[in-house]
């Protein structure tokens, strides 16, 4: 009987019961988008800059970090490579040589930063192969490089073009060779596009009079969210002649970035939160006003308050549930669409980003706890302003009531 009178009082004015659904249902679905696309922003940020090269975890000679140049690199250990691939974790090891160099044509100039690596395992590690925008992929055995399009826009070079290289070498060796370009590569971070020149490890290590020496081991690893117990088991394993540096460690400023803006999304939720939980109450409260002669009406009959209450609870509940579903249904193909179309920015606004490092772009990211999550936080909200009825009807006169 009560549950017969509960489905009738939401539908016997459908209006309002349609209208509270869509308040909670828009205030999920503008959760969900909120969060989804800062989630989703981090990620490729993270995306582009670590996973699109530097690895989750580096392993260098200790000190290298403080003073890159090239009399901090190591000797190829088998056994510290060997060690590396040992750990569970450890999907990847990519030994590679990297130094600052100066990259020519005719009479155009522009330094550059010269990785030496192993084309096979640079591929597993960052589908380096996937980023030629034109030309071919190198192999281990060639001495070809593989150039950004952003270096080779301003060198004026193209693919079987001749690019010239000079720098200094190990232990101050004089460093020149000229390198037929073999692919132009489209990076996603804009620094990396304009700056980045590939060539295979054995060549680079001759160029650079650095015969079996590495700069840098990068680490692939199966989860990026155990970084730091990672970290802690490998520097235990390999020595301390070597350093086990996070991404986080390698690239502070971006971290730092995340964390500040991940202050500023709670902010802003808060904000909206704010914003939503004032809409819903308003709602609720014109739902409480419309039906004073009800209740009081229910009251003057000898129905009890203490039902009446149970009633408006669970009438609230109700209506929670279905905004709720309803807000996830809706979110999900818009966040969805995003992900897969992510909005992008253009003109000075890109630029500006542009110049920090960053892809202009804003993808989402689908993940199964943002929804549940924020959908709950709407839930128990609503919930908890449906008490203000319950307050209502309490304090209420049933003669006073029904009087209009």
């Known amino acids: 009987m009560i549950t017969k009178l ?3 009082n939401l539908w016997r004015n459908s209006r309002r019961t349609l209208i509270t659904m869509a308040s909670i249902a828009f205030a999920v679905l503008f959760a969900i988008l909120m969060q989804s696309l800062q989630e989703g922003v981090f990620n490729n940020l993270i995306k582009n800059v670590v996973n699109y090269y530097s ?12 003073e890159q140049i090239l009399d901090n690199s190591f000797s190829g250990d088998v056994t510290l490579l060997a060690q590396l691939q040992k750990n569970n974790a450890v999907t990847e090891v990519v030994p590679r040589l990297e130094t600052f160099v100066l990259a020519s044509n005719k009479n155009i100039t522009k330094g550059c930063m010269l990785v030496g690596t ?10 380096l192969k996937n980023k030629l925008i034109k030309g071919a992929y190198f192999e281990n055995d060639e ?17 079987n073009d001749t690019l010239v290289l000079y720098g200094q070498g190990y232990q101050d060796v004089m460093a020149a060779g000229k390198y037929p370009i073999k692919g132009i590569l489209h990076l996603a971070s804009p620094e990396m596009n304009d700056s980045f020149v590939y060539l295979p490890l054995k060549a680079c290590q001759y160029f650079l009079s650095a015969d079996d020496r590495y700069t840098t081991i990068s680490l692939g690893i199966t989860n990026p969210d155990a970084l730091e117990p990672l970290k802690k088991e490998l520097s235990q394993s390999i020595g301390k002649e070597y350093e086990v540096m996070t991404w986080q460690e390698l690239m502070p400023d971006i971290a730092n970035h995340i964390k500040a803006d991940g202050f500023s999304f709670y902010i802003f939720s808060g904000i909206l939160y704010l914003i939503i939980g004032f809409g819903l109450f308003g709602t609720v409260m014109m739902m409480t006003v419309e039906r004073k002669f009800e209740f009081g009406m229910l009251l003057a009959i000898g129905m009890k308050k203490s039902q009446l209450k149970r009633i408006l609870l669970s009438e609230t509940i109700l209506i929670a549930f279905c905004g709720v579903l309803l807000g996830m249904a809706l979110s999900f193909p818009m966040v969805y669409y995003l992900q897969e179309n992510p909005l992008r920015l253009a003109g000075d606004l890109a630029k500006s980003y542009e110049q920090f490092g960053f892809e202009a772009i804003f993808p989402t990211e689908i993940n199964a706890t943002i929804f549940m999550t924020q959908s709950l936080i709407v839930l128990v909200m609503t919930i908890a302003i449906g008490l203000y009825p319950l307050w209502f009807v309490n304090g209420m006169n049933p003669v006073k009531a029904m009087k209009k």
């Open 118 to 127: 192993d084309t096979e395992k640079e591929n597993k590690l960052t589908q």
């Open 6 to 8: 509960i489905w009738r």
């Open 55 to 66: 690895g989750y975890i580096q392993v260098h000679q200790k000190g290298y970090w403080d």
């Open 143 to 159: 001495d070809a490089v593989l150039l950004s399009k952003g270096l080779a826009k301003r060198l004026q070079l193209e693919v």
